[in-house]
């Protein structure tokens, strides 16, 4: 369909286009409302160094642990690695009877379609070992478990990663939270995404069925032009004899084959 037939049809079927309109906006307000918005939050744990050291043997005595923390990226990114493993994602996913509101949280993150997830990176913005962790779902109250199960998740991966290494208290990587999000970010971006998705394929099925509605509409139309048409050419004119629109018809027929004749009068006889 060429674009100026579709913005003719659009003008003559103008109430129909109000219709699609106003169902587009319907669909699109419903499903923004069923997706509703998203709740993030961030928190940041930073990797201590121990207060003694052991190199060679030999303990050296650190005054302030913050002077090291160079050397800590590999524990970080190991850290990490084990945090995105299925087995920690599966050790958050367990019960904790002291903890009401876990539960909640536990079944939002462990069911085929979570709605709470989390993400953990490391800090690109400086050099310190830090990790980022993010974490997304649809309440308040999911959102504030999650962060804090996995930010307690960090020391515990820490000391089961330093438990066979037989090092004493001071010599152990610590960790502690240096920032934690209380409230939390309103994103809405899935909404828009369904909003979009939703409004452009109603208004798509719409215009589609304004066309195909003017075609059926056109060919009635047309049919019924079509049918009057044909009763008009095929009736006798009003007020004349049938006897005399046969005669008429006769003498058309003559004067096309070059021949005039008249039909004989009825009730007389030939004059001698």
């Given at each position: 369909?060429?674009?100026?037939?579709?913005?003719?049809?659009?003008r003559?079927?103008?109430?129909?286009?109000?219709?699609?309109?106003?169902?587009?906006?319907?669909?699109?307000?419903?499903?923004?409302?069923?997706?509703?918005?998203?709740?993030?939050?961030?928190?940041?744990?930073?990797?201590?160094?121990?207060?003694?050291?052991?190199?060679?043997?030999?303990?050296?005595?650190?005054?302030?642990?913050?002077?090291?923390?160079?050397?800590?990226?590999?524990i970080?990114?190991?850290?990490?690695?084990?945090?995105?493993?299925?087995a920690?994602?599966?050790?958050?996913?367990?019960?904790?009877?002291?903890?009401?509101?876990?539960?909640?949280?536990?079944?939002?993150?462990?069911?085929?379609?979570?709605?709470?997830?989390?993400?953990?990176?490391e800090?690109?913005?400086?050099?310190?070992?830090?990790?980022?962790?993010?974490?997304?779902?649809?309440?308040?109250?999911?959102?504030?478990?999650?962060?804090?199960?996995?930010?307690?998740?960090?020391?515990?991966?820490?000391?089961d990663?330093?438990?066979?290494?037989?090092?004493?208290?001071?010599?152990?990587?610590?960790?502690?939270?240096?920032?934690?999000?209380?409230?939390p970010?309103?994103?809405?971006?899935?909404?828009?995404?369904?909003?979009?998705?939703?409004?452009a394929?109603?208004?798509?099925?719409?215009?589609?069925?304004?066309?195909?509605?003017?075609?059926?509409?056109?060919?009635?139309?047309?049919?019924?032009?079509?049918?009057?048409e044909?009763?008009?050419?095929?009736?006798?004119?009003?007020?004349?004899?049938?006897?005399?629109?046969?005669?008429?018809?006769?003498?058309?027929?003559?004067?096309?084959?070059?021949?005039?004749?008249a039909?004989?009068?009825?009730?007389?006889?030939?004059?001698?």
């Amino acid at each position: 369909m060429q674009l100026s037939v579709f913005w003719a049809t659009l003008r003559r079927r103008w109430y129909f286009l109000l219709i699609a309109l106003l169902c587009t906006a319907t669909a699109t307000y419903i499903t923004v409302d069923n997706v509703g918005p998203t709740y993030e939050a961030k928190g940041a744990v930073l990797l201590i160094p121990p207060v003694t050291t052991v190199q060679k043997n030999e303990s050296n005595t650190v005054g302030n642990p913050y002077l090291l923390l160079d050397g800590l990226g590999q524990i970080r990114d190991i850290v990490i690695s084990t945090m995105l493993a299925q087995a920690t994602h599966d050790e958050l996913c367990q019960p904790r009877p002291d903890d009401p509101t876990y539960e909640s949280m536990r079944a939002e993150l462990c069911r085929p379609h979570p709605s709470v997830t989390y993400e953990v990176t490391e800090d690109f913005t400086n050099r310190a070992p830090i990790i980022l962790i993010t974490v997304e779902a649809k309440s308040q109250t999911n959102l504030a478990t999650a962060l804090r199960a996995a930010l307690d998740r960090v020391p515990i991966i820490l000391t089961d990663l330093q438990a066979g290494l037989k090092v004493g208290a001071d010599a152990e990587i610590t960790s502690t939270v240096i920032v934690a999000d209380e409230k939390p970010d309103i994103v809405r971006k899935n909404q828009i995404r369904a909003g979009i998705a939703v409004g452009a394929v109603t208004l798509a099925l719409s215009l589609l069925i304004i066309g195909l509605i003017d075609g059926l509409l056109a060919a009635r139309r047309s049919k019924r032009s079509a049918d009057a048409e044909a009763e008009s050419g095929n009736a006798v004119p009003s007020g004349v004899e049938p006897d005399t629109a046969v005669k008429d018809l006769h003498k058309e027929l003559a004067s096309r084959d070059g021949r005039r004749t008249a039909p004989p009068a009825r009730g007389l006889n030939p004059r001698p």
